[in-house]
């Protein structure tokens, strides 16, 4: 298999380019649950952008929720290398193919079970999956937690 990753960076959100061709739309629903989760857990996936093209090919709602919050915050993004014939079928496959996965009910149910949502949010979403969930204070990053990039050494926020 063709390794097709580049590098991963850290780029500002205000300077990364939707895909004009990405044919997913974000409901309400899911853009507070991805809210909740960046709240709480901030970015713990990079966002795939084609170096050939500029464009994203996964993480277009993030990148979306970042602009509102603050458009020049770094943002972990994988680099990728691909023609745009490659980009569209990625476009078409990347999320696709992870839906098509099932959940094993009892393994599912017992993580349900062990599982606290800092964020009301997450807790609907888990309660939506079949879990009884408490929501305990809420924590969230806050400026005062900010990292190393590994790749240029600038501090960024989470």
């Known amino acids: 298999m063709r390794n097709r990753i580049k590098r991963l960076d850290y780029i500002a959100a205000n300077q990364l380019l939707a895909n004009p061709n990405n044919p997913r739309r974000h409901p309400g629903k899911q853009r507070e649950a991805l809210r909740g989760s960046l709240e709480t857990l901030g970015y713990y996936d990079a ?43 990625a476009l078409l496959t ?8 099932i959940y094993d009910q009892d393994t599912l149910n017992d993580l349900l079970q062990q599982t606290e949502a800092y964020d009301d949010r997450i807790a609907d ?19 005062d937690e900010p990292e190393q990039c590994p790749t240029c050494g600038q501090m960024i926020r989470g």
């Open 47 to 89: 966002v795939i952008m084609n170096e050939r093209t500029g464009y994203l090919i996964d993480g277009h709602a993030r990148v979306e929720e970042q602009l509102t919050l603050d458009e020049t915050a770094l943002i972990p993004v994988l680099v990728v290398d691909m023609t745009e014939a490659e980009e569209n079928q």
């Open 94 to 101: 990347h999320d696709y193919i992870t839906q098509m996965a």
């Open 125 to 143: 979403l888990l309660r939506d999956m079949g879990g009884m969930v408490s929501v305990p204070e809420p924590k969230s990053i806050t400026e």
